[in-house]
Structures are given as structure tokens and as C-alpha cells.
């Protein structure tokens, strides 16, 4: 078995103690991290000989793996469209567009997206995909391909619409699915694709997409179904002050409400930005263990409002970060979204609401929390999975900042000298080892003009 050994970085662990060495190492053997601390590595962690590879780690910063919890993979292909528009004008210019996605498509987009996500230090993915054409092929199984290709760790989820505008919904009838035929999808890819060793590289969740385009007959029998299939369950909520007014008039509740009736919160359940919450909304997240996937890009880009983070934090509700579609996130740096998160939070709350910590803190373990990996990845500790991101902290835009943590956070995105995924290297400075960029962007390109034409 190999072993690696990145020596003499700072490490920012992010374990219960807030461990952090201002010099140290970090020792990796197979796809485990074995050993992490101050100095040098110990001699007993090491095993020198062929197989013992050490980085000098000198002017970096370690820190876990990062790890987005919302996405669309296949939004890549209609990045900068309805530039100017709130969420409901968005979608509906954008449902018709990807109603005309197939399988091919997907899989290009989605392996451009996975492979920018790791360039900015995303060790693990989720992705919602909720858009089934009817003669699109095995969607899911193109984003599963992608990912098996770029290296992430990666939760899918199989989405899902059932209310059509002829039944109130938002979306076009022709891009919504039969009830029947999406639990039994739902099913077909658990048994294919779920695997729930700790060390997995897939795991399946389910996620009906919003309270305005599944019918509450869906949401019940997907939480059902997860339930008895032992996986999780996502959707959005609360992005918009369009969907509370379609949570009023149609349900006569708000939408944590709403999600409340039909048996939706719970540890096992994660949502998808919770910007217009109420206290007692807050309050009920909190007492249900249900998790908040923020996504501060997306919500400033639709202009949909601002999370109330440091409410959620302080209330005990479970927190991850997420850069959402790129079709309303085009940068999708997931390290971009702890500095927006930061910065965001102190906009509305005050100098104190978020700190740089905090805001690192909900990229890793909030978000391994919300995946239910916590145990496994989301901090560096010994014993956890070798998911891991090296930052260059010592070049022109970062050099002479003390605080690493700082550096990072509030800096410019600095250049990732490595990026380990499961003790694999994806990313070395600053280039993707898995796949090549350049052949990614031509694809990337292709279909999304292939898309524009059809
Ligand atoms: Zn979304």
C-alpha cells in the first residue's frame, strides 16, 4: 500500500477541537489519512521505500476536502441565460431548453462541471438532477459516468416533477414525469448505484424538486421510499418570496409548514437554501435535525434574498454550503462560496455573524453532516478518508497574510497544489491529473451549442 506525506504546510483540521498547526503534516496511507499533527511526521507513520511518496508542503495550507451540497451538473450548458431574472421568470425561460437535453449532452456538461468543481478544492459532490426527457436517455447514469471519470466522491440524487402547469405547477407539462414511473426510476437507481460502505464513492439520495412542481402525493411516497431504502432525501425551499406566495395560496402555509405536514423534516432530510425562514421555521430545522444546503452565489445572482446564516447557526439548525446550477451560478467555485457566505452573513448581521472559521466549518463538516459523512469525511483526522485540498498560500495575491485561514477565506482563490479524493490525486498545481481541461471546455462547448440548435 502507498503512503504519501505532505510535510511542513499549515493544516486546519477542522475536527471537533479546531485543531490547527501553523507547521505541520498530514500522512496518508492508501485511501485513509493515517497520521496529522504538529512538526514532523512521525517516524512510525512512516514507511519509506518505493512506495512512500513526500510533498514538500512548504508556503501551503491544508485543509478537508470541500463539500457542495447542491447542484445541477447538467446547468452548465445554459450558463448566462435570463441574466436579469427572479427565480420564477428563470425557470420558466430555462425549462423549455433543457426539456431538449438527452443523455450524451448531460454527460459532457456534467463532466466539465464535476472538473471545475474540483479545480476549486471540492473533494465531494452532490448533484439534484430533476429534468427527465422522455427520449433523453439514462440522464442520472451520464452525471454517474462523468463523475466515475473526473474522481469525486459523488451523492446524485434522482430528482423529480409531476406537477405540470395544466395542474398548477410551474414547468411545462411535457418536461414533468408519471408519479409511478419516477418512484419506480427512484428505485431502479438505488438498487443499481447506492452503495453504502463507509469508504463509498456513490451514493444515491431522492429529491422531488420544489413545493411548486411535485404534487404532495410525490413528496410523501419519495420519503417513504427513502426511508425504506435507507437514503436521504433533498429538495429546494424557501428560496424565493414567489414560492411563500404559492405556499399560501395553494397549501395556506408556509413552505417549512408545508414540508412539516408531509413527514419532510428530519435528520435524513436536507434542503436546498432556506432563505425566507421565520423563526419558528428556524426553530422547527433546528428541533427536526433537518439541514440547510446555503448557496449565496445563486440566491445574490436571482436576487432571491439572504439566507439568515448566522440565525441558523446559532438556533443549532445544520449547515453545508452549496454553489447551486451554474445556469444561476456561473462561477461555481465551491471556495468562492465561503468567502460569498462570509461576506454575505456580515452584510446583513453584522461584523460578528459569520467568521472566517465558521464559514470554512460549513463547507466541510456542515456538509458532511448533511450527507450523513460525517464520520468519515469532512475533517482531518486520523482514521478519516484521505479527501483533501493543499492551497498555495504563499504567492503574490496571499503571501505575508499571517492567518491562513484568512488567506484563504477572504483572499482571492488561491492555486490548489493538490487535490486528493479517496488518496487519488485529482488536481496538481492548479491542472486536472483525471481528465484533460482543454478536451472538457471543446465538449463543453459543443453541446452547449448543440443544445442552443435543437
Ligand atoms: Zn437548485
Redesign the pocket.
Known sequence: MSTLVLDGCAVVTMDGQGSEYALGHVVITGNVITAVGAGAPPPASLHFGSTTRRIDASGCLATPGLINT???LYQWGTRGMAADATLFEWLTRLYPVWARMDAGIVQDLATAALAWLARTGCSTTMD?HYVFPRSGGDVLGATIAAARQVGLRFHPTRGSMDLGASSGGLPPDDVVEDRDAILLASKAAIEEFHDASPDSMLRIGLAPCSPFSVTSELLTEAAELAREAGVRLHT?LA?AADEDEYCAEHFGCTPVEYLDSLGWLGEDVWL??GVHLDDAAITRLAATGTGVAH?PS?NGRLGAGICRTHDLVAAGVRVGL?V??AA?SEESSLIGEVRQATLIARSAGGPRALSVRQALRLATMGSAQLLGRDQEIGSLEAGKLADIALWRLDTLPHAGIADPVAALVLGARPPLELLLVNGQTLVERDQLVTVDERQLAAQARSATADLAGR
Open positions: 447542491h447542484h445541477h439534484h429546494h428560496e436546498a437554501h448557496c445563486s452549496g447551486d446550477g444561476s
